[in-house]
């Protein structure tokens, strides 16, 4: 193989190594992050290695440069399409027509609960939902209300 396609494999398999063991470093276990790192650097020695092959320096820093513009790109593609969603309390506060509020949950299939207070006119929600989206709407829609509430994210 020549030294061009030497280069840029390993600079493509470089960042992708480098970005993943930071994501594990920061999300993994010890043992893991060890591994990980283990294996990074291991390979970056050779990639330092090959940095001071017979290429001329813009060609170098153009591959790297690509190779970190798609290698870091497809890295947090993947981390985040296998990241799984958790669920979301939302509780809330009404002072307002609890029976529309009521009838928008149900529109949205959103499970929920509505415990009475001392006021007769105030009830507290505690809304589940199991992706941002749907808290992202669910905020919407108490902003829209006015209502004040807060957000608490399950553990996994």
């Excluded at 190594?17 to 390979?43: C, D, E, M, R, W």
């Excluded at 296998?82 to 299939?109: C, G, Q, V, Y």
């Amino acid at each position: 193989m020549n030294l061009l396609a030497i280069f840029i494999i390993l600079n493509v398999f470089n960042v992708i190594i480098q970005t993943g063991k930071s994501i594990i470093t920061l999300k993994g276990s010890p043992v893991a992050a060890a591994l990980a790192n283990a294996v990074a650097y291991g390979l970056y020695t050779i990639v330092l290695i090959y940095m001071t092959c017979d290429l001329p320096i813009w060609e170098k820093a153009v591959i790297v440069a690509i190779c970190n513009l798609v290698g870091v790109y497809v890295v947090k593609v993947i981390e985040v399409k296998s990241r799984k969603d958790k669920l979301w309390k939302i509780e809330l506060t009404s002072n307002f027509d609890d029976k529309e509020f009521d009838k928008l949950m149900n529109a949205k299939e959103l499970p929920y609960l509505k415990v009475p207070t001392s006021k007769e006119d105030v009830f507290v929600y505690s809304i589940f939902c199991k992706t941002k989206e749907e808290s992202a709407e669910v905020k919407k829609i108490a902003k829209s209300y006015k209502a004040k509430y807060f957000i608490i994210e399950s553990k996994d």
